[in-house]
């Protein structure tokens, strides 16, 4: 039981600190010019896309055993998105 703990917080602490990782980088790019936009919007794609996987994992074992449906919505959204 407390290995199912650590484990659960331990997925939250990493993807949380991530996904709010990016909102320094987010803050300042209304007063950057159009170089450091660019430079930071990598940076923030970055930080963001290492944690999707985190955040995949979460959600499959926060579902309600339909694994295959979790993952199919957010790799959908995914590409979906980045199109």
């Known amino acids: 039981m407390a290995a199912r703990l650590a ?3 331990a997925a939250n602490t990493s993807s949380g600190a991530r996904f709010f990782g990016v909102l320094p980088f987010t803050l300042i790019l209304p007063y950057v010019n159009l170089f450091w936009t660019g430079v930071l919007s990598v940076v923030i794609g970055l ?3 290492s944690a999707f996987a985190a955040i995949v994992v979460f959600a499959q074992e926060t579902g309600s ?3 295959g449906m979790i993952s199919g919505l957010f790799f959908g ?3 979906g998105v980045a199109e």
């Open 7 to 9: 484990t659960a917080l």
């Open 47 to 49: 930080i963001l896309s």
């Open 65 to 67: 055993g339909k694994v």
């Open 77 to 79: 959204f995914a590409f």
